[in-house]
T-cell receptor, first 108, second 113 residues
Framework: EDQVTQSPEALRLQEGESSSLNCSYT??????LFWYRQDPGKGPEFLFT???AGEEKEKERLKATLTKKESFLHITAPKPEDSATYLC?????????FGTGTRLQVFP | DSGVTQTPKHLITATGQRVTLRCSPR?????VYWYQQSLDQGLQFLIQ???????AKGNILERFSAQQFPDLHSELNLSSLELGDSALYFC????????????FGPGTRLTVL
């Protein structure tokens, strides 16, 4: 069965404590992998698209990487405003399958 | 602001009723997607329309239907509502490319009492 799994489910960090979020997938014929940020009660906000293994994208304190079976979202020196749920989604055929997300809390 | 608008923001209704959710895509986007997000299930893809035609179907119940109009706005109709239909419903839109990013609206929170 095609699946997208994110880990950990929840992550608590001290401000400035870098870490990584994982997204692993088992779909075949990947057409793209997307990262979104979602604040409580709001729509997901697009962050990155990755298309092929070895690709990397960066935006402020976030860096996304992709291998053949997983993607990582690295957060460097996080701030409290980075607290949110981070979702990854895999595009194959015409469908976008979302993982259940990692809920990140950054404390001052 | 993603440029995708959804109305209403909140909807409270009773079991057995029917409601309509509305979505306007970003200017120029031809594809509209509908998703359901409940606490225990994450974001579930329901259905996609492209320039007025149904393009892909996900886990959409038979009690639910959608359409996209000539001006590209879309409506999601939910009928014979059940308590379990309470959720956030999101609309997203994307451009014409096969791998274009989807941009999400602010959602409609549906509560079925």
């Amino acid at each position: 069965e095609d699946q997208v799994t994110q880990s950990p489910e929840a992550l608590r960090l001290q401000e400035g404590e870098s870490s990584s979020l994982n997204c692993s997938y088992t779909v075949s014929g990947l057409r793209g992998l997307f990262w979104y940020r979602q604040d409580p009660g709001k729509g997901p906000e697009f962050l990155f698209t990755l298309y092929s293994a070895g690709e990397e994208k960066e935006k402020e304190r976030l860096k996304a990487t992709l291998t053949k079976k997983e993607s990582f979202l690295h957060i460097t020196a996080p701030k409290p405003e980075d607290s949110a749920t981070y979702l990854c989604a895999v595009l194959y055929t015409d469908k976008l399958i979302f993982g259940t997300g990692t809920r990140l809390q950054v404390f001052p | 602001d993603s440029g995708v608008t959804q109305t209403p923001k909140h909807l409270i209704t009773a079991t057995g009723q029917r409601v309509t959710l509305r979505c306007s895509p970003r200017s120029g986007d031809l594809s509209v997607y509908w998703y359901q997000q409940s606490l225990d299930q994450g974001l579930q893809f329901l259905i996609q329309y492209y320039n007025g035609e149904e393009r892909a179907k996900g886990n959409i119940l038979e009690r639910f239907s959608a359409q996209q109009f000539p001006d590209l706005h879309s409506e999601l109709n939910l009928s014979s509502l059940e308590l379990g239909d309470s959720a956030l419903y999101f609309c997203a839109s994307s451009g014409t490319g096969w791998n274009n990013e989807q941009f999400f609206g602010p959602g409609t929170r549906l509560t079925v009492l």
